[in-house]
């Protein structure tokens, strides 16, 4: 039995770091063009030069993303690119456009081409096409189920590998490509610059009565029509191997270091038990669904894993993420004085208790016994984002441990 990769989103080298110590087996991150995050911090050459020596030290693949849908005067920047990355030497490089694709190959024969699901891979002659053409690995569209998952294994070659989505956020447009934003704000999508418009709340308004908004409900559940749940499929995963996913794929190239600390230590924890036993597998999936709840979601779902999902995989009633822990820091160093050394992301304060979150799956719970700032000045909380701090804890946190707090009701 071939194992399969776990797959972890970075926007930047903290999340690639934290992805890498937490469980990934492979990250993908995008570059600062080409990719379809915009939005997202992203690597310099620089960055991206660390982040791959630094997961390469410890066993970890990188994959960098160039997979917008180009038009022509995209093709000198991205001829440009694809010579750079051929000197960073990532691991694969991930594309979605034909013409990328050629590029690339051209450019960078040496590095492995994986076929973006933003190329709408929904059928085995597709996945057959790209074989010829030398792809190393197909990203199956989020529309296939399982059923079409292996059908597609059956009919290509061993070398081929499929990569799949298997939690984080939903498209409501067909494999991503969507033309919802471009229209309302001007910011294309297929570029990496996607506003999320399938997230607001939508009224109808009749031509001769402006001013008067008619909400659209379908019952009266709400109005948010196109909101989707979150996938997850973190219950299913001897089905996934079954079907012959050869990678399974975390969305959130968007997402915290706490998001990807909590995804990738519950599916790391998951593949790991379910290749020892699917007896210990199926004893452990109450903890892994306590534990991947932890991250930020809008409900859960599996997508069309299973056929195609109904309104009960819609959320009308809003379109906020929830969460029951908030994001502290990320251990940067343990200091001569045995304190943590972070930046920290959210208010906290002396004499709060807070949870270290260790990559061997325990969580901590633990003091806050003093705080310091850069001046060395004592500091009974830390109301500032990103100050650079010196925590001192009831329990003395390792280097990359995630500090969270859990929050009441």
């Known amino acids: 039995m071939r194992k399969a990769e776990l797959l972890i989103p970075s926007k930047g080298i903290e999340e690639l770091k934290t992805a890498v110590v937490y469980g990934a087996d492979a990250v993908y991150i995008g570059g600062e063009t080409m990719g379809l995050r915009a939005g997202a911090k992203n690597f310099t050459a620089e960055e991206m030069s660390e982040g791959i020596k630094f997961a390469h030290e410890r066993g970890t693949k ?52 994986h076929v973006s699901t933003q190329a709408n891979n929904t059928n085995y002659r597709t ?31 061993d070398s081929l590998e499929i990569e799949s989505f298997v939690h984080g956020a939903m498209c409501i447009s067909y494999s991503g490509r969507c033309l919802l934003s471009n229209y309302f704000t001007g910011h294309d999508a297929n570029h990496g610059e996607c506003k999320h418009p399938c997230r607001w709340k939508y009224s109808v308004v009749e031509a001769s009565r402006p001013g008067v908004y008619l909400p659209i409900e379908e019952n009266d559940r709400g109005t948010f029509i196109f909101n989707s749940k979150d996938l997850c499929m973190i219950e299913h995963i001897p089905e996934l191997i079954d079907a ?79 969460t029951e822990y908030t994001y502290l820091g990320a251990v940067e160093e343990i200091n001569d004085r045995g304190e943590a050394v972070l930046h920290q992301k959210n208010k906290f304060s002396v004499g709060e208790t807070v949870e270290i979150m260790k990559t061997d799956y325990r969580n901590a719970f633990v003091r806050v016994e003093s705080i310091r700032n850069e001046d060395g000045a004592e500091m009974e909380s830390a109301p500032h984002p990103k100050q650079k701090l010196y925590v001192k804890f009831s329990e003395t946190p390792d280097k990359y441990d995630i500090i969270r707090r859990k929050e009441e009701g």
């Not at 920047?77 to 456009?97: G, Q």
């Not at 197909?138 to 079409?148: D, G, N």
Request: one cysteine or more; glycine letters at 4%.
């Open 127 to 157: 996945f057959q096409f790209w074989e010829k053409m030398g792809a190393a690995r197909v990203v199956s569209a989020r529309e296939l189920s399982l059923k079409e998952i292996k059908e597609i294994r059956g009919k290509i070659g």
């Open 244 to 322: 012959g996913v050869d990678s399974f794929k975390i969305e959130g190239r968007m997402k915290t270091a706490l998001y990807v600390a909590a995804a990738a230590r519950t599916y790391r924890r998951a593949l790991d038990d379910f290749y020892e036993s699917e007896e210990k597998y199926r004893e452990n999936i109450p903890w892994y669904l306590e534990e991947i709840k932890k991250c930020t979601t809008r409900e859960f779902c599996t997508g069309f894993w299973f056929g195609k999902p109904t309104y009960e995989s819609q959320i009308y009633s809003d379109n906020t993420y929830s």
């Open 62 to 113: 990188v994959y960098v993303t160039a997979n917008i849908l180009a038009h022509n005067d995209d093709l000198d920047e991205a001829e440009r690119y694809f010579h750079e990355l051929k000197e960073i030497k990532p691991d694969a490089l991930i594309v979605a456009d034909p013409g990328m694709f050629s590029l690339a190959k051209e450019i960078c024969p040496e590095i492995d081409l």
